[in-house]
């Protein structure tokens, strides 16, 4: 299933880059080599400067005319001009900042210069003796969508790279004191502690397996915001539950299980989304606290319905129904308990502390769990070797040999890895999200009441973190931190992980091969 979302990813983002440019070229949207009246200010000073600074005046009825986009006000542009040997004509180098029209930040981007412009300035008369009335032509621009995504794809397979890169001196360090505790007995004592709920979700799993201790230990760590100690335990909660598989290359129902818990992103305080709404102005930051929580809980409610079933429907068409028939009744029961608890959790946690003791109540919690937050990893370290030694392990040469297996794994992700970013970054580059994608499922969400302003921050989510994020802020910044678009987009950050980055990097530490449709193994 994955092969196709992956190709669909690409061929979607390049065929929306390659239309989107051809309808930018055949309506001239650059206006290329076409003269904007603009004022230029020329200083005495400078009068027999080769080269010198100053700015030139567009007015915003000029502009909007132009390019059939309105400003706000005109526009006073820094340049450095430069002399041609053509009489009043100048090279003129501008610099783009914040202040600069997005039109011409694209034409910028598109030129591979990132934040410079270059154009020609030509004198047609003088207004006064430092000022004086022209047109410029600015430079050439011609598929900008396909240069994005070129330089997208490019940039990205070696961000993934560094990313995967990165990951050794953590992989090796948490595995190193993962196999400490596997050796000391440890992690045997944990998924023995947990037994009870784990042989429900995981029944192919032995009860005492190290597979549950890691998987605990993951969840747990992604609970209390700690990403740097989730992905190791990740990736060895994969590595064991692989150990387990007899159809290598291939996706358990236990893994996949493992990875919709995951990718739910249930996490107590969604530190990041509060601090962009604190930077915001919020009056609030911590107010979604209680939704993401509801959030999570429900995507993770819906993430082990789904495997489950697709489960059942892998065993065959007989055995599925009879199964649904025998339990209705306690599948109904269920799902209405635990709805009803994540409604009572998140209620809860944003509301019960301020209702039944105070405010000061409430931010004392906060502060307990940003406190846990802060001690848990060496808290965590210190008891995995403590109990090691205690057990006479031999730890240093124990933690040795983990961090072998967690350079190993670390750098085994980095095809996948690039895999999957390359065809992310070709999708958003391309333009397919915001001009195909949005529009279609509009159709869909504007008779359920959710914003279209918030779509792109739904969709953005699961593909990439500092897209989402980059998404998140602006949408706060138009709309307000504490408006209901901006409570909603906080909640979708908060309560989700980067799904297919996740997928990239957990089956690829196993070798899963990604073509497979993994919702259907057994």
């Not at 003796?129 to 794809?153: D, M, Q, R």
């Not at 489960?311 to 007989?318: Q, V």
């Not at 409604?343 to 944003?350: C, D, E, F, N, Y």
């Not at 001009?435 to 009441?449: Q, R, S, Y």
């Amino acid at each position: 299933m994955l092969n196709y979302v992956w190709l669909a990813l690409i061929l979607l983002g390049f065929a929306s880059a390659v239309y989107l440019d051809v309808s930018d070229i055949s309506s001239n949207k650059f206006r290329n080599n076409d003269q904007l009246e603009c004022s230029v200010e020329i200083p005495e000073k400078f009068q027999n400067e080769q080269t010198f600074d100053t700015k030139i005046l567009i007015s915003k009825n000029s502009f909007q005319k132009f390019y059939n986009q309105s400003v706000e006000n005109d526009l006073i542009v820094p340049v450095k001009l430069t002399r041609t040997n053509q009489r009043n004509l100048f090279t003129a180098f501008i610099k783009t900042d914040n202040s600069t029209p997005e039109l011409w930040k694209e034409i910028a981007a598109a030129t591979g210069k990132e934040d410079d412009i270059i154009g020609k300035i030509k004198i047609t008369s003088t207004t006064d003796s430092t000022k004086y009335s022209g047109f410029i032509v600015l430079e050439t621009v011609s598929f900008v969508y396909l240069k994005k995504v070129t330089n997208e794809a490019i940039k990205i397979a070696g961000t993934a790279v560094e990313i995967a890169l990165g990951l050794i001196g953590l992989m090796a360090m948490w595995l190193g004191v993962m196999k400490v505790a596997e050796d000391a007995g440890l992690i045997k004592i944990i998924a023995n502690f947990i037994k009870p709920v784990t042989k429900k979700i995981f029944p192919e799993i032995p009860a005492d397996h190290p597979a549950i201790g890691s998987m605990v230990m993951n969840i747990s760590a992604n609970m209390l915001g700690l990403g740097n100690a989730a992905t190791p335990f990740g990736l060895k909660a994969m590595e064991e539950l692989d150990s387990l598989n007899p159809n290598k290359g291939t996706a358990t129902n236990s893994m996949i299980t493992f990875l919709a818990i995951n990718t739910a992103g249930l996490t107590l305080i969604p530190a990041t989304a509060i601090a962009v709404r604190a930077a915001a102005g919020s009056s609030d930051p911590t107010i979604i606290i209680g939704t993401t929580m509801f959030a999570a809980f429900c995507a993770t409610l819906t993430g082990l319905t789904t495997a489950k079933l697709f489960h059942l429907i892998s065993a065959g068409k007989e055995k599925f129904v009879e199964t649904i028939k025998r339990n209705l009744k306690k599948i109904f029961t269920v799902i209405f308990a635990l709805v009803l608890i994540a409604i009572l959790i998140s209620v809860g946690a944003m509301n019960i502390f301020s209702l039944l003791f105070n405010e000061t109540s409430f931010n004392a919690f906060k502060k307990i769990i940003e406190i846990i937050s802060v001690i848990a990893i060496p808290v965590i370290i210190v008891s995995f070797i403590g109990f090691g030694a205690y057990k006479k392990v031999k730890v240093y040469e124990q933690f040795v040999e983990g961090a072998k297996e967690g350079f190993n794994i670390a750098v085994r992700i980095i095809p996948y890895l690039v895999a999957m970013l390359v065809a992310i970054a070709i999708f958003r580059a391309g333009g397919a999200m915001n001009n195909w994608l949005v529009p279609i499922l509009k159709i869909v969400t504007d008779p359920l009441g959710m914003p279209a302003e918030a779509l792109p921050m739904a969709l953005m989510r699961p593909l990439s973190g500092s897209g989402s994020l980059g998404i998140m802020a602006e949408i706060m910044k138009v709309h307000g931190p504490d408006s209901f678009i901006g409570i909603l987009v906080s909640t979708f950050f908060g309560s989700t992980e980067t799904t297919f980055y996740v997928l990239a990097v957990y089956f690829g530490a196993v070798n899963v091969n990604l073509a497979v449709t993994f919702f259907l193994s057994s």
